[in-house]
């Protein structure tokens, strides 16, 4: 028996697996789907059964009026479908990134808060079992206060393959990628208070940046450097894992290849080996990814039924696009020039 009846926009590439993660959830069916590509419909319909099938979103809201709204589209459609679901008191889910600009994501934020509508962003990295377990690690004081960090995601996977618009925006690695390890950062350091960043683009092929090498200070005193590439080939791929290096007073703490997990700390190291489950619908290497879209589908459903913010809340993402924006506009910029006398 379900008692929330859930709603998603978009059946593209991605939403196939929000799609498995809901029908994992007890107690949440999807009641009905909505894209303007009638194949796609079709086919996400076929596959998880689902007979309400709408190409207009206003249309499938009024009539189905469901419990919440997933909207699993990419970025220029968010503004105005966050919009819609706030006018007709429907609470909401967004993927990222949930805006193009900071503008359309405040706004975004003010309208649900305006009509009373909880409002999260699917920012799910955060919640891959890996990054929790560091987090675990690091809040156990293990490793004492912070003082450093490195979230690192390096790969050269084809995700022009399965995501070709990746391949023909204006910006494209901080937007798509940076974001999530910039929240990650966030989520394990705390907020930052300024970033410098340069970019780079290595694939000819592309229109936007897909090298991006960031440095933040965090308002609770570490410095961290977040830094993501789809140009480095390695020995071993390891498309999608994110490695982390954190050092602390008392210690420090790796995550490193293939999701072992070292804490240093009193002298001794403890290893441990933090591996995403692979769900039954799952399949390698995107199972990490994949676990994660359960985990907050599942924190969503806890914070619905709690009258509680999500965690990663519009308003807590408005913090993660900030870091963003100032990304680019830092890049823009460029570093203080040497005096080339002195080289
Ligand atoms: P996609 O282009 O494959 O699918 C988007 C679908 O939305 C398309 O089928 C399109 O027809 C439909 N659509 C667009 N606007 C619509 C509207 N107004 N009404 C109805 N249907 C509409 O995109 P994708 O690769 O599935 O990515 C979707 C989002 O998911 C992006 O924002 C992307 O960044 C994000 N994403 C997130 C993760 C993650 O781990 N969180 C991973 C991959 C992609
Ligand atoms: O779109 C991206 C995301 O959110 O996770 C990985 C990805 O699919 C490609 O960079």
Not at 89 to 106: E, S, W, Y
Not at 322 to 334: P, R, T
Request: with cysteine; glycine share 8%; charged share 25%.
């Amino acid at each position: 028996m379900s008692d929330l009846r859930g709603a998603l926009i978009g059946c593209g590439f991605f939403a196939v697996n929000q799609m498995h993660g809901w029908a994992g959830i007890e107690g949440v069916a999807i009641a009905a789907i909505c894209d303007r590509d009638p194949a796609r419909l079709a086919a996400m319909g076929d596959s998880f059964g689902i007979e309400r099938r709408y190409g207009d979103a206003e249309t499938m809201l009024r009539e189905v009026r469901p419990d919440f709204v997933d909207i699993a589209t990419t970025a220029p459609s968010h503004r105005a479908l966050v919009e819609l679901a706030a006018s007709l008191r429907i609470p909401v889910i967004c993927q990222k990134p949930f805006a193009p600009t900071l503008d359309d994501a405040r706004a975004m934020v003010e309208a649900c808060d305006a009509a009373g509508v909880p409002l999260m962003v699917h920012e799910n990295f955060r919640w891959q079992s890996p990054i929790q377990a560091v987090g675990r690690a690091l809040r156990s004081g293990a490793i004492g206060r912070p003082f450093f960090g490195r979230v690192s995601f390096r790969s050269a996977y084809d995700v022009y393959a399965g995501q070709p618009y990746l391949a023909e925006g204006e910006r494209f690695i901080i937007e798509d990628l940076g974001i999530h390890a910039l929240d990650i950062a966030r989520f394990l350091l705390g907020d930052a208070s300024a970033m410098t960043a340069r970019i780079q683009r290595v694939n000819p092929r592309i229109r936007g940046e897909d090298v991006a090498t960031m440095l933040l200070a965090h308002k609770d005193g570490a410095t961290s450097v977040v830094d993501c590439s789809y140009a480095t080939r390695l020995e071993e791929e390891l498309f999608p894992q994110t490695l982390i290096e954190i050092d602390g007073t008392e210690g420090s703490l790796r995550l490193g290849a293939n999701y072992r997990l070292a804490v240093t700390s009193g002298g001794d190291t403890r290893h441990e080996d933090v591996s995403p489950p692979l769900l039954p619908w799952a399949s390698r290497p995107w199972h990490n990814i994949q676990e994660s879209v359960a985990a907050i589908q599942r924190h969503w459903v806890e914070a619905l039924r709690a009258g509680r913010e999500p965690e990663t809340s519009g308003r807590d993402n408005l913090k993660t696009l900030a870091l963003v924006e100032a990304a680019y506009a830092s890049a823009a910029k460029g570093g203080l020039t040497l005096d080339p006398d002195a080289q």
